[in-house]
């Protein structure tokens, strides 16, 4: 287990990991380069400061907004699109706060707050639990109280919570797909564009750092955005859930998605 | 029919499927106190175990005060009323004055009570000023004198000691000869007592019972067993270190000339001619002189000529053995032996009394130790 | 390192300020990881005694047993503990998941075999005869147990503390059954879990550096008991 | 319940097709954890034995430490040894992170203080005047303690199955520092762990149940060896 | 000079600010054997131990062969050349043969060597089919036999035996004085011996040395000290139990008359008139006798009138407490008290030679023990 030039540390999101992607990527992607993948799973804000201190090569992760912080001051040489699919808002299946019926995810917020219904929050800094709060501000509501509550873990753990306490939750669309076979929770609110969930590879500037492997982390981003990675994005989950999970963006820029 | 405290029939204890003691009866009453020694390993302390509930034997029954043992409840009830002095003194970590509590507080005796009967008896021991050390500092003898203090403070109906006084110096040894005796004689108590000192076993009590792999050879009065063994490995454990067989060769009045080995004695007691007799003599009852004047037969003192060929220190007096063309043990004083200025090698004459020969009768030998049918023991 | 200091630095100030969130975390730390280490010790002690003391067929077997229960990861423990507790388990009637009781039971699980191993072979460890010793005395079975494992306090007190450290040093199972939910179920190991999987690194040490006092803080307490029980 | 029965089915099926994930993953939690017991054992026994018999200035505060460590979080220690191995930090030459080494390292941290603390508490119970009788014999103060130590297998069995159970159950610290990364330093924590989070219970159990047996078979054969020791 | 295996200097031992030990100097020749007696407490197992090097004294210095002891790398080498028996057999928890094939084994020997030794011991001892055996399972005196086994085994040029025989039989312990008194003359041994058995004590060695709180209070032969004690304490000590002081009152050539109490008494000596002097007399040399006849003065012969207050058991023998206006300890036969049908309350006359009188000279009290500047002490 010595230094290996050819070790890539990749950070990345539990999510990711979860979906089992990662599973069919990083042995594509072995099989075609020189370099040998390490994905190591963590919260968003664990992956983010581990590019800040240098402690990875490259990330896949989904955070726009802190992302942006870590391009503009330098430690990201590049940032670029490579999927995306949308946020749900999950509940139990007699919906009391009538989500499924909300015209936008800010009201659909409103009116949860409104009733007597549990929201648990991921309270983890995660992408997700970013997105949760800025949809919280845009809906101009500072959650509290004992009607919300943070479990402060992962989005399975998290949905496994809402599901015990007939609670909403925001989710991923990937985590819910894989584990709703155990879930008493139903989709009431996705596809909205307030929802967007953009995963992006964020390589590192070599140049910052002593030990980073920008080279290696450069070749993995790349292979992300090439057709024969995307072709696999494309069709991963079809098999196990009928749909694709993550809807391809190679070369799309943000801008572009949002509107 | 007196009342029995403890009663054992036909116990047997075995481990590793080795028999360590197969008893066939036992028993034993109210103020009395039977004394039990034997060699090491013949299963002394495994029959206090047994008689004191702490181990179940293989085979047969353990009876207390005519109830029949096994039953945990009622057994807790009956252990209640006895004690148990172990050979080794197992010391919980904990104060001496705790250690001698101990058997009070199981009891729920506490209080002023205890500590009247806790301070009694670590006075009468000599370690009231060891009280409040921990009982795992204290010296060898110390920690037996806390012991056996545990035992006797719970004042009970059976006591059970398991040579208790091995560690002690001799004066107290002495001293608690005398106290325990009394107190024993005074408060009622069966007591089973294991020992290997042959004084101690003549001084504490009348009853005397001799274990030898795991079975009783003898029972009987002090007296007997130690002057009128059954057997010759009883003669031998009780001291009696001369053993010969001796063949009747004349018969005459009340006195019987007989020859061992070369050598011609004379015994007490009427006999048929060419009766063998197996006899033991104790080694202090053999002096020596030197050499002198007329071999008379049929006397009141045997007179046997001999060469030394060993002298061996033995307290403040001697060992010497005599080869008469059979070894004899005598233990003389030293002054006797410089007033001869004997040696390896010197001939001499071994003198002994023949009231002093015991005949060793193995018709009386049994197993069964049952203080009302003991045979009449009365002494001389 | 620079990291590692400055974490020590903001524990000591989050202390000194009785953060209100921080006094909450400790409270339902100490709560939850006592009340285990206590329903360990009433049960795994004299279960442990039982087991060093009397001999019966099968006696190897048990010990087996808790020995493997000894060394059951807390996540395994978490995951059958939580599918017991689903509604649609079959103790879901209790409503325990995600409960301070939940996290409990758990740490009881968990706590319990090390305790009741470490109390066995504590026992195991003092001359038999000392036991037959106390019987003759008029001990009942049960007063000679009792004597028998205050005979063995010094070693007890090691599988008290060693159960205990389990107990509030374990995360997988807490996290998975008690949910982690900030003022409820939060306890400075998940919280640490959660700062630094939030990248809050300096936070975490922080949270670290104040368990590890706690556990500190216990363990001296329980020595200086120790120390000063040595000569009763 | 019917999850946890469909996992132990496949549990059984997994080992039965020796799947090549499964042996993978078994082989670097028995390398990772045995190692770790290993490197534990050699020194902590000593250190342990050391402690118990040798009363000096300062013992009773090493002996705190000692404990503290028994009760120190896995997460706790992972997040030391993690910064410790940084690329940045104080151990980032040695390119130990995301590979059993550190695993190990992680591991040894945890289960060290264990067998330490088991190991004096075992000694400590010895009657010292043993040791004095050996010395009177003619014993080095390292015979000696060779002999005391051999005295107490018995508790000291249980230290190291205590130790190894700690090492292989703990998952927090692994995964720190291992990072999960498949066919490398996924261990069976960490996979159970990762599957219970993908919602695969059934697989998820599966794991945990290997994992029990796994645990289960090393007691069970530690136990037969202090049987088969028991009267030398 | 003759080779001095032990010398120690000034030597104390303090406990809890107690002190339990203080050597003045005391030293052990190769090929002698001393013998410590002393009260449980006195501190004989802490001399054994300081000895053994397995306790630092807190002062003082402890020499072997010479060197000074104390550092821990030369400290093993002679611990190498000793062996320690202690007072409780602390066995390990293996078999029989490995616990007395320990000592051989910290030395590196063993094969077909260590074989031959331990088994050879091990059959002296009466053990070799316990062989196999945890020792743990031994029996009190089986123990005590393999932990003496696994010192002698050793072959050492120091033995430091802690009452090795305490718990063995009678036949056994016999056995085994005469075997060790062999062994040890043959082998070139310094033995330091501590036993509360008077005969052990005589039988064993030639010096002795009487521990009392942690101090020598007489060293000698062992006639020397059973015969004259230097002090009241250790006269009572070594079993001489009546202890008076007289008064002389006349002197005629070598006898005096002396009064003690409202008696007269005959000693052997020449004294001043007026003077005071300390008498021991051990109570198996008082007899006792009807009243009858005259009483003679100045004869070879005591006889003191007095009153029977107590007659206790001993043995196969009687103690007998007589009030002659202070109280006489006699041991007599049963047979003579049968003959004379004593009771309690009865007029006897006390009886005893005037050569049994001792003397007890406290101007001869000293505490260091060095065989070589000892005082001439040759017996009678
Ligand atoms: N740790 C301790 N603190 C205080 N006193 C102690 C300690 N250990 C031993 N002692 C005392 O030291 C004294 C001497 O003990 P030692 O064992 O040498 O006596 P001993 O002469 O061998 O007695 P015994 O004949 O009973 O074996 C005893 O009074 C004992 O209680
Ligand atoms: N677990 C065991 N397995 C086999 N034999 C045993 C066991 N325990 C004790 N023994 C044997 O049982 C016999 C009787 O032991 P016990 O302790 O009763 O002897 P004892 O008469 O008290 O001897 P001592 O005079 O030496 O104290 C001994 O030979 C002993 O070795
Ligand atoms: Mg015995
Ligand atoms: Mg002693």
Known sequence: GSARETDVILATTTSTNDSGLLDVLIPDFESISEFNIKPIAVGTGKALAMAERGEADVLLVHAPTAEKVLVESGVIKRRSLVMHNFFQVVGPENDPAHVAIAVSATNALKAISETDTLFISRGDDSGTHKMELALWQAAGITPKGSRYQESGQGMGATLRIASEKSAYTLTDYGTYLALKENLDLTPLLGEDRSLLNIYSVLELDGDRFNNVNSAGGKDFAEYLLSPRAQRLIETFGVDKYGEPLFILDAGTSESELVR | ?380 | MELIWNGIVQAFKLIFHLDSELMNILWVTIRVSGTATLVSLLLGVPLGALLGTWRFPGRSAALSIIHTGMGAPPVVVGLFVMIMLWRSGPLGGLNFLYTPWAMILAQTIIAFPIITGFSMAAVAQIDPQLRQQLLGLGASRIQALRAVVQEARLPLLTAIMAGFGGAISEVGAVMMVGGNIKGETRVLTTATVLESGKGEFGTAIALSVILLLLVFGVIVGLTVLQQRNRIT
């Open chain 2, 1 to 380: 029919m007196t009342s029995s405290v403890v009663e054992l029939r036909e116990v047997k204890v075995e481990r590793d499927g080795r028999t360590v003691l197969d008893i066939q009866h036992l028993q034993l009453e109210l103020g009395k106190t039977l004394t039990v020694i034997g060699p090491n390993g013949a299963g002394k302390s495994t029959l206090l175990r047994v008689v004191g509930l702490l181990e179940r034997p293989t085979h047969g029954t353990v009876f207390h005060h005519g109830e029949a043992t096994g039953d945990g409840k009622q057994d807790l009830i009956l252990r209640r009323r006895l004690a148990v002095v172990m050979q080794r003194p197992f010391m919980r970590n904990a104060s001496t004055w705790d250690n001698v509590a101990t058997g009070l507080k199981f009891r729920g005796i506490g209080g002023s009570e205890a500590k009247r009967r806790v301070g009694d008896w670590l006075d009468r021991l000599g370690i009231a000023h060891l009280a409040d050390r921990n009982a795992r500092e204290l010296s060898g003898g110390e920690a037996q004198r806390a012991s056996l203090a545990r035992g006797l403070v719970l004042e009970p109906d059976l006591l059970l000691l398991d040579e208790p006084f091995a560690a002690l110096d001799e004066p107290t040894r002495l001293a608690l000869h005398d106290d325990l005796r009394n107190i024993l004689q005074k408060v009622q108590t069966a007591t089973l007592f294991v020992t290997h000192n042959r004084i101690e076993a003549q001084t504490l009590s009348d009853e005397l019972a001799v274990l030898m792999d795991g079975n009783v050879r003898q029972a009987g009065s002090s007296y007997d067993v130690f002057y009128r063994p059954n057997s010759e490995e009883v003669a031998t454990f009780v001291g009696m270190e001369n053993i010969f067989s001796a063949h009747i060769i004349e018969q005459s009045g009340g006195l019987a000339a007989a020859r061992v080995g070369r050598a011609e004695i004379t015994l007490v007691g009427s006999w048929q001619q060419g009766d063998y007799v197996l006899l033991g003599l104790r080694p202090e009852t053999v002096q020596i002189e030197p050499v002198k004047g007329e071999h008379t037969r049929l006397g009141s003192t045997n007179r046997l000529q001999g060469r030394i060929t060993a002298i061996m220190p033995f307290g403040g007096q001697a060992r010497v053995i005599i080869n008469c063309g059979f070894p004899l043990v005598s233990i003389v004083t030293q002054q006797s032996l410089m007033a001869m200025r004997a040696t390896p090698g010197m001939s001499v004459l071994a003198t002994f009394q023949t009231a002093a020969l015991h005949i060793i009768d193995r018709s009386r030998q049994r197993v069964t130790l049952t203080p009302t049918s003991r045979p009449d023991t009365s002494k001389p």
